[in-house]
């Protein structure tokens, strides 16, 4: 998660939190917006590995700003 949070900001996002979610499991969590701001993301680590020998995920949510096509 360092090193997508690092990742991030060298393309210019910038970073609104970085810690944990408020899940019961705290799930390291980053919220970014992109330079313009038409985009943010949320990104938690849903690590498996404490609970089995399942590989780690990253969840991904984008949210855009509306898109209007030039009609």
């Known amino acids: ?7 991030l900001r060298k393309e210019g996002w910038t970073i609104t939190k970085d810690g944990v979610d408020d899940s019961q499991a705290k799930a390291p969590q980053i919220i970014a917006e992109s330079k313009g701001a038409e985009y943010s ?3 938690r680590l849903l690590d498996q590995t404490k609970y089995s020998n399942n590989p780690s995920l990253i969840e991904v949510t984008v949210v ?8």
């Open 1 to 7: 998660m360092t090193r997508l949070s690092e990742g």
């Open 41 to 43: 993301v949320d990104l």
């Open 64 to 71: 855009s700003a509306c898109y209007r096509s030039k009609q």
